[in-house]
């Protein structure tokens, strides 16, 4: 399938004008339009809940246009739970879904109200220990080890992952938990990443619901919710397919039916965590074209950088490049698209076909919505880009102001000679 800007070129020059790019730009009707057909596809479930990860866009903006659809938030640290508190949500609008967590972070979630899921056994004693009572909701994170595979094919590899309880501790903990005086548990479990199939969440559920069965059977636990977590993936190539939420589910529905309901289960609410499938299409990284460089392959530099999207340099991800304004045009160059940092993995595009890029084009680097802006460093001393909103509208908003020296400096306010320097 061919994929498409969801901005235009003359628009996105006005907005280069006064945005200086680089820039992420998200769009606000795609973001909403999913949104409601998530919220659709698990409404046969009464109590659902989409928690965005606010990993993946840590912006008040963006976590408040999820209000409208009753998500909550997935935090993972102090700063995304602030960040989840100023867009507004309290209590049980809270996941707590950390690990390696430090004490005071299980305080701040816990004063919120917050859903604490425990990603290990030992962190009963240790949040006891260092925060105090238990809530009277906890939930815990399972994971199954070995490989999680659909059809035969394996999706990932849990048991390489630093997640999660064993099946043993599971029982354990919630025999634990249900005698400190716990009254309410969930089961959580993030086994595969950016999964391009209908199949995970069904078949994740499957998993979760027959072992919420056996912990409610053996443990007498009130199981309360199952958490799905994140993993849905988006297809950044254009020959995969896009996801149907719909499908998926339908998928847990069928599952659900199969599993809890005859168990007596049946109200058990289902829950979500996800971020790219949430922002990731609905976000693009704009840049323009400022060098052209010949030597033993043709190169495209840009004024992004890896600072602004690392995926590409962190895990060769692929995202798609549009050269606005020549969508239609053949793809018959080859070209590296490169940013500046003095590391080679610093290539957004390696020997891709695109139109021939002249200096001043800007390009639509795809689907940045998720774990885009988000993953921004500041080696090289480059700075990260602001975010803008392309309101339903039409019209623009800079939810993010791009940082200046300044900013970066910040932290050197100790050395006096800066003092004065980096005014704006
Ligand atoms: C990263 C993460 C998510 C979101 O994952 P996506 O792949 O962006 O959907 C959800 N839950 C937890 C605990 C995570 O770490």
Redesign the pocket.
Known sequence: MKKRAFIGKERAEELAKKYPTPFHLYDEKGIRDNAKKVVEAFSWNEGYREFF?V??TPNPFILKLFKDYGCGC?C?SLAELKLAEAAGYSGEEIMF?SNETPAEEYAYASKLGAVI?FDDITHIEYFEKNVGALPKTISCRFNPGGYFSIANSIMDNPGESKYGMTKEQIFEAFGILKEKGVEKFGI?A?LA??TVTDEYYPELAGQLFKLAVELKEKTGAHIAFINL?????IPYKPDQKENDIIKIGEGVKKRFEEILVPAGMGNVRIYT??????M?PYGALLTRAIHKKHIYREYIGVDACASNLMRPAMYGAYHHITVLGKEDAPCDSVYDVVGSLCENNDKFAIERNLPQIDTGDLLYIHDTG??GHAMGYNYNGRLRSAEVLLREDGSDMLIRRAETLKDYFATLDCFDEFKGLFED
């Not at 965590?273 to 949430?278: A, L, N």
């Open positions: 990860a990993k993946a997935d993972s879904s899921n959580h993030f990443s950016n977590s994140g993993g849905v993936g965590e996800m971020g790219r499938f949430m990731g998720a774990h």
